[in-house]
């Protein structure tokens, strides 16, 4: 049974928020990285690590593909499940917001196969890869709202007032 998704934003830290599956944008190799990878990976602990090693040592030796999702533990975070998707890095001459849309679908449909009902996802794509935060919150706002989700609030977690500001103009 599906409903409409309640979608809210909060500027802050995905790493405070209390819900059941924070969406990590990861990168490939699933091991820890910058921007919110990173912070996931301290803030979570050597958990969060070790079942990503135990994911690379399996099904993902050669990394996650990007717009894929897996699932981990949360380990100290605030939430049961970390949901890690590796965001494509933006292009001028290839258009990859199939690739996007993917990541924002496929952690929802991980969601779904956990039974969390609330999930904050960081703007992903947004930071070191690129993508322009107009057309990435477009392509988040979008998307989600046409995903069948059996999650009932997606909250966007925006690191700085641009971010924010950028997602609430698309949302009323």
């Not at 995905?14 to 996931?40: K, P, R, Y």
Request: charged residues 20%; hydrophobic residues 40%; proline residues 4%.
């Amino acid at each position: 049974m599906t409903h409409p998704t309640k979608i809210t934003l909060v500027r802050g830290d995905i790493t405070e928020q209390h819900v059941d599956a924070v969406v990590n944008a990861a990168n490939s190799s699933l091991l820890g990285g910058g921007g919110v990878d990173g912070a996931i990976h301290r803030k979570g602990g050597p958990a969060v690590l070790e079942d990503c090693r135990r994911l690379r040592a399996g099904h993902y030796g050669g990394g996650l593909p990007t717009g894929q999702a897996v699932a981990t533990t949360a380990g100290r975070l605030d939430a049961r499940w970390v949901v890690h998707t590796v965001g494509p890095v933006w292009s001028r001459e290839e258009d990859r917001s199939a690739l996007l849309a993917s990541c924002y679908r496929e952690s929802l449909r991980i969601a779904d196969g956990l039974g969390a009902r609330t999930v904050a996802f960081p703007a992903i794509s947004t930071g070191v890869y690129g993508w322009p935060m107009d057309d990435g919150a477009r392509i988040a706002l979008e998307t989600v709202r046409a995903t069948e989700t059996a999650v009932e609030e997606v909250r966007f977690v925006l690191f700085d007032e641009p971010a924010h500001t950028a997602f609430a103009a698309l949302l009323d």
